[in-house]
């Protein structure tokens, strides 16, 4: 399977502007120590939408010690559609010393993505949010709705299909693992098995993805976390922000502390 892993070197550097947001020291205290006991400290999940621009994760990226990685969405009818589109997110982000990547929404995407284009990029980056319904539809699972179904147990059986489809895709990193509706999180005991838990951890092992801690999600939980530690899987953090406010990761930060992750546990890109 292959993997994308292209960190061209920006030939032009842009004039930095000074913004306003600063980290807090409790942030700082964090990072310094995790940093001592060698964590790698990168945030592969910024969106580059609204008003949050490459120059602003550089910026934050200088001012918190986490390095940053940007990404914007591709998929039919979304930022990124095609390859021209991509080149020129790709261009606009180089701007900066920082990682870029993209946010798949389409199964089909590593087909319909130019293979020069893909090794432009040094990531790619995908979610189980967005489920195809019998005639391949994609529908929407996010939300304080949740997702309407009569019978549960057989749509999650369809949806951990899905998940499986998508941890198989030549992908690195898989954001919010084990992600159950609103109105369905009351069966994650159920439906997230062990037996579950493994198939998806064996086949991320498998592919080398890892999986991602966000700042304000419950996904993955700490039994998966647990989990996939145990049989050797990586993790990242990741903001997945909306826009440009400042987002000082501390979440994530302390999961690490807590867990007490070795820095050989944390994915880092291959040099090129």
Same mark, same amino acid.
């Given at each position: 399977?292959?993997?994308?892993?292209?960190?061209?070197?920006?030939?032009?550097?842009?004039?930095?502007?000074?913004?306003?947001?600063?980290?807090?020291?409790?942030?700082?205290?964090?990072?310094?120590?995790?940093?001592?006991?060698?964590?790698?400290?990168?945030?592969?999940?910024?969106?580059?939408?609204?008003?949050?621009?490459?120059?602003?994760?550089?910026?934050?990226?200088?001012?918190?010690?986490?390095?940053?990685?940007?990404?914007?969405?591709?998929?039919?009818?979304?930022?990124?559609?095609?390859?021209?589109?991509?080149?020129?997110?790709?261009?606009?982000?180089? /701007?900066?010393?920082?990682?870029?990547?993209?946010?798949?929404?389409?199964?089909?995407?590593?087909?319909?993505?130019?293979?020069?284009?893909?090794?432009?990029?040094?990531?790619?980056?995908?979610?189980?949010?967005?489920?195809?319904?019998?005639?391949?539809?994609?529908?929407?699972?996010?939300?304080?709705?949740?997702?309407?179904?009569?019978?549960?147990? /057989?749509?999650?059986?369809?949806?951990?299909?899905?998940?499986?489809?998508?941890?198989?895709?030549?992908?690195?990193?898989?954001?919010?693992?084990?992600?159950?509706?609103?109105?369905?999180?009351?069966?994650?005991?159920?439906?997230?098995?062990?037996? /579950?838990?493994?198939?998806?951890?064996?086949?991320?092992?498998?592919?080398?993805?890892?999986?991602?801690?966000?700042?304000?999600?419950?996904?993955?939980?700490?039994?998966?976390?647990?989990?996939?530690?145990?049989?050797?899987?990586?993790?990242?953090?990741?903001?997945?922000?909306?826009?440009?406010?400042?987002?000082?990761?501390?979440?994530?930060?302390?999961?690490?502390?807590?867990?007490?992750?070795?820095?050989?546990?944390?994915?880092?890109?291959?040099?090129?």
């Amino acid at each position: 399977m292959l993997r994308f892993f292209a960190f061209a070197p920006c030939l032009f550097f842009a004039t930095l502007t000074v913004f306003a947001d600063e980290p807090s020291k409790k942030m700082l205290d964090k990072v310094q120590k995790l940093k001592a006991k060698g964590i790698p400290l990168i945030d592969y999940h910024i969106h580059l939408r609204n008003d949050m621009t490459a120059e602003k994760a550089y910026d934050w990226e200088k001012k918190s010690g986490i390095q940053s990685g940007v990404l914007e969405n591709h998929g039919r009818g979304w930022p990124l559609s095609d390859n021209d589109k991509i080149t020129a997110f790709i261009k606009n982000a180089r /701007r900066f010393p920082l990682l870029v990547g993209i946010q798949v929404n389409d199964r089909d995407w590593y087909k319909t993505i130019d293979k020069e284009v893909l090794a432009e990029l040094d990531y790619v980056l995908a979610d189980t949010l967005l489920v195809p319904d019998k005639d391949g539809k994609p529908e929407w699972i996010w939300g304080e709705k949740g997702y309407k179904t009569d019978d549960p147990k /057989r749509w999650f059986e369809h949806y951990f299909k899905h998940c499986m489809t998508v941890v198989n895709e030549p992908i690195n990193i898989f954001a919010l693992a084990t992600y159950l509706p609103v109105n369905l999180e009351q069966h994650y005991d159920e439906f997230w098995t062990l037996e /579950r838990k493994t198939q998806l951890i064996d086949a991320a092992i498998k592919n080398n993805v890892a999986f991602e801690i966000q700042p304000t999600q419950k996904y993955p939980k700490q039994d998966f976390i647990d989990l996939a530690r145990q049989k050797g899987a990586k993790l990242t953090i990741g903001r997945n922000n909306y826009d440009g406010r400042k987002n000082e990761m501390i979440p994530p930060l302390e999961a690490l502390e807590r867990l007490d992750v070795k820095p050989n546990e944390m994915f880092v890109l291959p040099e090129k």
